[in-house]
Nanobody
Framework: QVQLVESGGGLVQPGGSLRLSCATTGFTFSSIVMSWHRQALGKERELVALITSPGGTIYADSVKGRFTISRDNAKNTLYLQMNSLKPEDTAVYYC??????????WGQGTQVTVSS
């Protein structure tokens, strides 16, 4: 059974850092493209960062230089290190697995709130 479980969200002051994790089960994690997305209140869900199975990465312009996506294939876990957080980073953050020949799978989301 495919499962993705995010953790690590919370309330942080502007300029602070958070590290999100996405623990996965039920598929061959090491061979799957994984990504982080976010959805702010009243806005559409958007791509934040993506990592391929060999480790290539793509970032949204708004987070380049501040966020780092990574993966630990031994632990079947995806990470998002978020530094220099801004109020506009406030959103629910979701991880996604792009599974071949199947529907994409999403986690339940974790809330990140950046506020003083």
């Amino acid at each position: 059974q495919v499962q993705l479980v995010e953790s690590g969200g919370g309330l942080v002051q502007p300029g602070g850092s958070l590290r999100l994790s996405c623990a996965t089960t039920g598929f061959t994690f090491s061979s799957i493209v994984m990504s982080w997305h976010r959805q702010a209140l009243g806005k559409e869900r958007e791509l934040v960062a993506l990592i391929t199975s060999p480790g290539g990465t793509i970032y949204a312009d708004s987070v380049k230089g501040r966020f780092t996506i990574s993966r630990d294939n031994a632990k079947n876990t995806l990470y998002l290190q978020m530094n220099s957080l801004k109020p506009e980073d406030t959103a629910v953050y979701y991880c996604k697995a792009t599974l071949p020949n199947q529907a994409n799978r999403w986690g339940q989301g974790t809330q990140v709130t950046v506020s003083s």
